[in-house]
């Protein structure tokens, strides 16, 4: 079966552009989970989903981030005006109804603001 | 906000031996969950070992195991006859009882030596 998968694998933009980062959780995992990676740091949460709705957004940093999953599948995040401080590693994760809170991650999207 | 920290940037081990990572985090639960994922180069997190606060028993993994001493809240992993596979990125990680976020460590580059 397959794992989550992310794209783009890496991304470069310049300051001030918009962008999107795609996730495809494992089929059947309600729960789907955004981190965000900077460089020799730790992931840092962003947003919880279960379902189609955002049940945590406690972690995004700022208005400029928002993310989706309107079909309770797929999701996006999405960044408007990116500044250089954005660039870092975006990894989602998901979780089956009955996981143990276990996470399964995809490979990330590597994002670099020019 | 809980933090979880590791103490050992790097690590390195001579094939086939035995390494112990650490791990301590503060909380004021009594129930959570910890895990120690694994991130290679390919950038994709994986679990390696997980263990539940309210079960005494340290969780074992083949290779892999933990020494979790509650009261003293540490939480290392040790990796037994090393191999050249298991060198990566660690990372510890705490989750709380009804929590839906991870708070990770800032992580250990493992070396394994020929």
């Known amino acids: 079966g397959a794992g989550v998968s992310q794209t783009p694998s890496n991304k470069v933009t310049e300051k001030g552009k918009y962008v999107e980062l795609r996730c495809d959780p494992i089929?059947?995992?309600?729960?789907l989970y955004w981190y965000r990676q900077s460089l020799g740091q730790g992931p840092e949460f962003l947003i919880y989903f279960q379902g189609t709705g955002a049940a945590d957004d406690s972690g995004l940093p700022n208005d400029r981030f928002f993310a989706v999953r309107p079909e309770g599948s797929v999701s996006t995040l999405k960044i408007q005006r990116t500044e250089r401080g954005d660039s870092a590693v975006y990894l989602c994760?998901?979780?089956?109804?009955?996981?143990?809170?276990?996470?399964?991650f995809g490979p990330g999207t590597r994002l670099t603001v020019l | 906000a809980q933090t979880v920290t590791q103490s050992q940037p790097e690590m390195s081990v001579q094939e086939a031996e035995t390494v112990t990572l650490s791990c301590t985090y503060d909380?004021?639960?009594?129930?959570?969950?910890l895990f120690w994922y694994k991130q290679p180069p390919s950038r994709q997190m994986i679990l390696v070992i997980r263990?539940?606060?309210?079960?005494?028993q340290n969780a074992t993994e083949n290779r892999f195991s933990v020494n979790f001493q509650k009261a003293a809240k540490s939480f290392s992993l040790k990796i037994s006859d090393s191999q050249l596979g298991d060198a990566a990125m660690y990372f510890c990680a705490y989750r709380g009882p009804n929590g839906n976020q991870f708070y990770f460590g800032t992580g250990t580059s493992l070396t394994v030596i020929p």
């Open positions: 909380t004021s639960e009594s129930d959570y969950y």
């Open positions: 994760a998901s979780s089956p109804p009955t996981s143990g809170r276990v996470k399964f």
């Open positions: 263990q539940e606060a309210y079960k005494q």
């Open positions: 089929s059947g995992h309600t729960a």
